[in-house]
């Protein structure tokens, strides 16, 4: 779900920060221009990782501030399809479900992607699952809440040219951007075994145990393990060009 992604790009350190550590400037210029961005076909960039080569600075005469050559590598949000994602539903709508991970929410498993057979109740605004078990003989019910955890599969990664969102409303003060326009979408699938709500499946009277002893959580711990020992890899050099904006931003990742 994670990955380690190389960058080139050239650091634009202002003044105001020449007091602060050389190293902590740049970190915190490459943070506050990449965080929240959506580099296409890659994934949705997290936050800095680590250097991998920091260059001699360069002293603007006109502007006072300074331009640093760096390669570094910053943490990506990105899926690969069939994965398994633990989340919440966040919403709900007659053509499906909206999912979400916490920092990301433009997911929505449609509703031909549900579990078989479900209905949409439009008072409660909310999915259905109705199965019947041979060993039952009888339809059983399923809620899927609003904020109910729950296991979706990825089905796709779309990315979308932020050129299409209208400018005026990339970014909308006291809300989430990405729950209204995004570079990125996760399209899901929840229509197999293990999927969906992890107390359907749940033998009565087991959830707690087993949930201790492996729950979903650990696949998380085994990401970052792997990314504290650095066997993410360096992947694909990406230069700030191929950056492009992404949950709401207003400034181009370009515009250095």
Same mark, same amino acid.
């Given at each position: ?31 506050? +221009?990449? /965080?929240?961005?959506?580099?296409? @076909? $890659?994934?949705?960039?997290?936050? #800095?990782? *680590?250097?991998?080569? !920091? ?32 989340? +919440?539903? /966040?919403?709900?709508?007659?053509? @499906? $479900?909206?999912?979400?991970?916490? #920092?990301? *929410?433009?997911?929505? !498993? ?147």
């Amino acid at each position: 779900m994670f990955k380690l992604v190389t960058i080139e790009d050239v650091v634009l350190v202002p003044a105001r920060l020449f007091g602060y550590p050389r190293l902590e400037s740049l970190e915190y210029v490459i943070n506050k +221009r990449l /965080s929240d961005k959506i580099i296409p @076909g $890659v994934g949705l960039v997290i936050a #800095f990782w *680590d250097w991998v080569k !920091v260059g001699e600075d360069a002293l603007q005469i006109h502007s006072g501030e300074s331009n640093t050559k760096c390669t570094f590598r910053v943490v990506v949000f990105s899926p690969f399809e069939g994965e398994a994602v633990f989340g +919440r539903v /966040s919403g709900a709508y007659d053509g @499906g $479900v909206f999912m979400e991970l916490g #920092f990301f *929410d433009a997911i929505t !498993v449609k509703k031909e992607n549900l579990p078989r057979p479900s209905s949409y109740d439009e008072d409660e605004r909310v999915w259905i699952w109705k199965p019947t078990f041979e060993e039952e003989g009888e339809a059983q019910t399923f809620y899927m809440d609003v904020t109910n955890e729950s296991v979706f599969r990825v089905m796709e990664l779309m990315f979308e040219d932020s050129w299409r969102i209208p400018p005026t409303e990339r970014n909308v003060e006291g809300r989430n951007p990405m729950s209204i326009f995004a570079a990125l979408y996760d399209e899901a699938v929840q229509d197999n075994q293990g999927l969906g709500d992890p107390l359907w499946w749940y033998e009565e009277g087991e959830g707690e145990d087993e949930g201790e002893e492996g729950g979903v959580g650990d696949g998380a711990k085994e990401e970052a393990e792997v990314l504290e020992d650095g066997e993410g890899g360096e992947g694909e050099v990406y230069g700030h060009e191929n950056c492009d904006v992404g949950r709401g931003i207003n400034a181009s990742i370009s515009g250095y």
